[in-house]
């Protein structure tokens, strides 16, 4: 163990400008961007992880297995760079998402293909049966497919509980990559936050995470926000008013 802080930074989709529709869209112009500077202040090492100066490395990850994910693959390999992507194997090969041969090719370039599971269940909402079958069925297809260990899971929705912690520990996984805010400790192992790129921040709040500075303030006002109103009511206040700031008020 060391006392490296890890950013393990997170996307959702990379649309085109103008494109923005969901809180966490991120345009292409503002990401290839950010994984200029990335690049500019890094070194790939093995695995995906980014050395930083300043006792800090950066992982760049994604959620959900979009179509677009391919095109941003071939951005940070154009960079030097490469991710970790977490599809859900359920929904492979259906329009708008990645397909079988993409997330091949993304493999064979270099990125590491994470487990979003097989359907993008709530896991803690399912019972054993099904919990496993997520975990293991999506673990065993991707390995399947790519021939190499699956070894990184990213909850849907980030949702998650001890049973959900322990039940993915025992199906294999090094790395359950949540939604909670906040920097990890190198080597990353078991059950770590992440640092969710959302479109509001420009190039020097982008910088900001790199050097250890986050606004972690903002997430604990929206963990206690989200206790008070619920899971599915933030949900919908926040895209209103991620709607609201996008369209100018």
Known sequence: MTDRRVAVLNYHRIVPDGGQREFYDVTESAFAAQMRLLAERGTLQSGGEVRLDEGMSAYVTFDDGTDDHHRAARVLADLGLSGVFFVVTGKLDIPGRLTTDQVKEMATAGHRIGSHTVTHARLPETDDEELAIELKESKRALEEMLDTEIDWLAPPGGLFDPRVIAAATGAGYR?????????AAHPLEGRIPTLPV???YDLDGFNRLLVGKAPLWRYRFKTRFKQVVGEDSYVRIRDAAYGLIRRGG
């Open 175 to 183: 790395v359950i990559r949540t939604m909670e805010w906040g920097y």
């Open 198 to 200: 959302i479109p509001t």
